[in-house]
């Protein structure tokens, strides 16, 4: 009877993974993620984009937006442009910038507010809680707006910009 050899096998085994998932990370990199970055990037308002983080639920993309960008275009042409590279998951947006003291305060001063707003679905409570918080802090501007996904609330003063963006879905509220 013939006994098979151990170290053929192991090495043919080891090649066979490595190749298998080296395609897929080479696919999931240069099919996917590459170009969902490029899309980030090439939206008007977007400085930079960093490289997204996939998995089976959501995508996830960290970008920078100039002082003037306007947070609902922004994320409705990222989702837009980007639809086909992934498909149904959710795009979640992260913001790298400049964000302070003052417009943080701000935030956590009208969370509760935005929280029972959010939660009760009066979605037309939240520009006039947003304003009333902000009354109290001199230089800043509150935008707010909504789709039929999202509310989107840009902090902004002289020297910083603070987004947010509010999934409308209640159960997603956990991972402000």
Do not use: C
Request: hydrophobic content about 45%; aromatic content about 8%; charged content about 25%.
């Amino acid at each position: 009877m013939l006994r098979p050899r151990v170290i053929p096998i192991v090495i043919t085994a080891a090649i066979s993974a490595s190749v298998l998932f080296g395609g897929w990370a080479i696919y999931n990199q240069v099919a996917v993620a590459a170009p969902l970055e490029q899309v980030a990037k090439d939206v008007a308002g977007v400085v930079s984009s960093d490289k997204p983080v996939l998995n089976n639920e959501q995508v996830t993309i960290t970008i920078e937006l100039n002082e003037d960008a306007n947070l609902r275009d922004v994320y409705e042409r990222i989702e837009a442009n980007g639809k086909d590279i992934f498909d149904n998951r959710m795009l979640t947006l992260k913001f790298k910038g400049k964000s302070n003291k003052q417009l943080e305060d701000l935030w956590y001063a009208s969370m509760f507010d935005i929280a029972e707003a959010m939660e009760t679905k009066t979605y037309s409570s939240i520009p006039e809680a947003m304003n009333k918080t902000a009354k109290a802090y001199k230089d800043v501007t509150v935008t707010t707006e909504m789709d039929e996904k999202n509310v989107y609330i840009t902090l902004k003063n002289p020297e910083a910009v603070k987004y947010v963006v509010l999934p409308r879905i209640s159960a997603q509220l956990e991972a402000w």
